[in-house]
C-alpha cells in the first residue's frame, strides 16, 4: 500500500528525516511492549499499561549517565535541552519547560523525557502552528531517546536483562 500524499507532507513538516522517526517509533513501541511483557504493569480501570517508573526504579542504582561518550552527550544535551510538556495555558496549547528535578533519579526523569518526546510526535504540535526556536532539536531529541533506550537495554541487571529477553524475542 502507497503511503497517502497527505502523510508524506505531514512527515515533511517534522523536521527530522523520516527514517529516524520510524525508527524511534519502531524502538519505543517494542521496548514499552517489553516492559509489559516483563512484568512491569500498571493496571487500572481501562486495562494495562507499561510501568517506566518501577523499571527506572530497578535500573537507578546501576544507571551510569557517563557510560559511553554518545550517553554522555544524550544527558547532558536532556538536561540542557529538554523536551517540553504540552500544556493548556488559559485555553490556548502552550509548551512548558520541564527540567530535571535532581532529587530524582536521572534515569527515571530521563525515561519520563524520552517518553514526552513521543507523545510531543504522536500527539502534540510538531508542525509549524508557530515558529520554531531550533528545529534541530526535534532530530537531537528523537535520536538521543534512542540512544537512552539502548543504553537501558544494555544494562547487565536483572531488570534490564528481563525486558531484553522480550525486546530480542523473534528479532
Partial sequence: MKTPDFAQGLLAQINTDERIIIDFFAVFSRFEYSLKRAGYLQENKF????DWD???TDLSSC???YQSQQLKQAVE???KYPPQKQVSLDGC???KDMPWDQREPIIKWLLIAVRRVRNNLFHGGKFPMQPIKDPSRDQQLIEYSICILEECLSLETSAAKKVRKYFKEYL
Fill in 77 to 79: 544535551y536532556f538536561i
Fill in 93 to 95: 496549547l502552550s509548551w
Fill in 47 to 50: 486495562g494495562v499499561s507499561a
Fill in 63 to 65: 544507571f551510569e549517565k
Fill in 54 to 56: 518501577k523499571f527506572a
